[in-house]
């Protein structure tokens, strides 16, 4: 069965420091990958997404994630992070099956101080 | 478009009891799915939906049941609430590549 796993359970940062979230997957063949946020007390919200193409991808608000294959990776960065960054990060991956299931890494709740 | 909705935002149950969470969206999205978020345990998922009609099991479907006679509704059902079903209850639906979330239902069972 496919996994996600995502490293840092919790991260504290201050303002304008730069963030990195570690997200490796295990499956062999094609996948779709995403990052979701989930902002205190609200829902979650997709930040970004690969299906193909440019494994450098940019999502909303400054983030961006690179797709690297050989590694079963799909980090999540952002240059300079902000107080308003603060919330949970879940890495999700669907195997291109023609339906969306997904399978949600355990989530990164990041803390950043102002 | 109010999006995915769900009710109640909140509810506490006493072992035994049975409720169903109501949810609902207004995107005539095929796809829909319930999802339980416990902590530092990431999302799992319970009952998705195809389409009207149609619904089958998702990683942890023990203990919940579901229907889906509208397209626009997938209510999840709990018939014997047991403390292992304490969690954050999220729905969501989809027509393609991205899944568009509700709000969350907070259950207790005491």
């Known amino acids: 069965a496919q996994s996600v796993s995502q490293h840092n359970h919790h991260v504290i940062l201050s303002e304008a420091a730069s963030l990195e979230l570690g997200c490796n997957y295990s499956y062999g063949g094609t996948v779709n990958l995403f990052w979701y946020v989930q902002y205190p007390g609200q829902h979650l919200q997709l930040l970004l997404k690969y299906f193909s193409g440019d494994p450098l991808v940019k999502g909303i608000k400054g983030f961006e994630a690179e797709f690297i294959k050989s590694k079963f990776s799909f980090n999540l960065r952002k240059p300079s992070v902000q107080w308003s960054d603060t919330a949970e990060y879940f890495c999700a991956v669907n195997v291109n099956t023609g339906f969306q299931k997904l399978v949600f890494g355990t989530g990164t709740r990041l803390l950043v101080s102002p | 478009n109010a999006g995915v909705t769900q009710t109640p935002k909140f509810r506490i149950l006493k072992i035994g009891q049975s409720m169903t969470l109501q949810c609902t969206q207004d995107m005539n999205h095929n796809y829909m799915y319930w999802y339980r978020q416990d902590p530092g345990m990431g999302l799992k998922l319970i009952y998705y939906?195809?389409?009207?009609?149609?619904?089958d099991k998702g990683e942890v479907p023990n203990g919940y049941n579901v229907s889906r006679s509208t397209t626009e509704d997938f209510p999840l059902r709990l018939e014997l609430a047991a403390p292992s079903q304490t969690s954050v209850y999220f729905c969501?639906?989809?027509?393609?590549?991205?899944?568009?979330f509700g709000p969350g239902t907070r259950l207790t069972v005491l």
């Open positions: 939906s195809v389409g009207a009609g149609i619904t």
């Open positions: 969501a639906s989809s027509l393609g590549d991205e899944q568009f």
